[in-house]
């Protein structure tokens, strides 16, 4: 079981100010449902560092994420403004980037919060059907 922030404070004053191991405090907290190997690990950790808070760095680095990655995506999906037709798939996206289309997708999604739509061949109305369409929907309305 994951420890929560206070078991980790009461863990880090124990230890500190009384000198328990793991075994002592797995026999003071039975109900906790903690491990003897996450206690020492826990343990570990807040004697080399004095904190128990993750250290900068030490996850996986973005690489894919990153500012000129997202402004790349961004003018790419928002072509659509300056000439209408535009628009690349994300594949093409990331061909042209050189990152995964899961990352583009990440990106166009967390990063941009747009929705990915996949385009769609339709037929273009001639005038005269759009007028008719206009017609018969104030028609159904009233």
Not at 44 to 69: E, I, L, V, Y
Request: proline share 3%; hydrophobic share 30%.
């Amino acid at each position: 079981m994951a420890f929560s922030v206070e078991d980790k404070r009461v863990i880090k004053s124990l230890r500190q100010n009384k000198h328990y191991g793991a075994k002592q405090l797995l026999k003071i907290f039975p109900n906790k449902g903690w491990t003897l190997e996450g206690l020492k690990k826990l343990i570990r950790k807040t004697d080399a560092t004095d904190s128990f808070a993750r250290q900068p760095g030490s996850s996986c680095p973005r690489t894919a994420c990153t500012d000129c990655h997202i402004q790349q995506v961004e003018e790419l999906t928002l072509s659509q403004e300056d000439g209408p037709w535009t628009c690349s798939t994300q594949r093409v996206i990331a061909h042209q980037v050189g990152v995964s289309v899961a990352y583009v997708n990440t990106i166009i999604k967390e990063n941009l919060h747009l929705k990915c739509l996949k385009r769609r061949k339709a037929q273009e109305l001639a005038k005269n059907n759009k007028l008719a369409r206009c017609e018969r929907c104030q028609l159904s309305v009233c």
